[in-house]
């Protein structure tokens, strides 16, 4: 079992960063996935960013990547998502997910992370 709680997030201007933290329970976080993903009003939940269990592969959905940086840090049960030159298209409420097992052709889908957070409020102003 994996209880996920997120922060960070806020009010930002066009072009600023956030640094958006999840921290999780457990004793077993690096065998976790770890993944990021919005939900805009109006608009279903899309992928952000994947990250591995031992941090060593990463994946950004087209939209963030060069912008959007994921990390963690195992040793504190804690993923982080860098955003910079933030838009008003990134406003949305952010959740972290966790899973096992998850492959390649599952890390965008929702469905294969068994674990979610309950949200942050990411707002840029333009």
């Known amino acids: 079992q994996v209880q996920l709680v997120e922060s960070g997030g806020g009010l930002v201007q066009t072009g600023g960063s956030l640094r958006l933290s999840c921290a999780a329970s457990g004793r077993t976080f690096n065998s976790y996935a770890m993944g990021w993903f919005r939900q805009a009003p109006g608009k279903e939940r899309e992928f952000v960013a994947h990250i591995s269990g031992s941090g060593g592969f990463t994946y950004y959905a087209d939209s963030v990547k060069g912008r959007f940086t994921i990390s963690r840090d195992n040793a504190k049960n804690t993923v982080f998502l860098q955003m910079n030159s933030l838009k008003p298209e990134d406003t949305a409420v952010y959740y972290c997910?966790?899973?096992?097992?998850?492959?390649?052709?599952?890390?965008?889908?929702?469905?294969?992370?068994?674990?979610w957070g309950q949200g942050t409020q990411v707002t840029v102003s333009s």
């Open positions: 997910a966790a899973g096992r097992s998850i492959t390649i052709g599952e890390m965008t889908r929702s469905g294969p992370y068994g674990y």
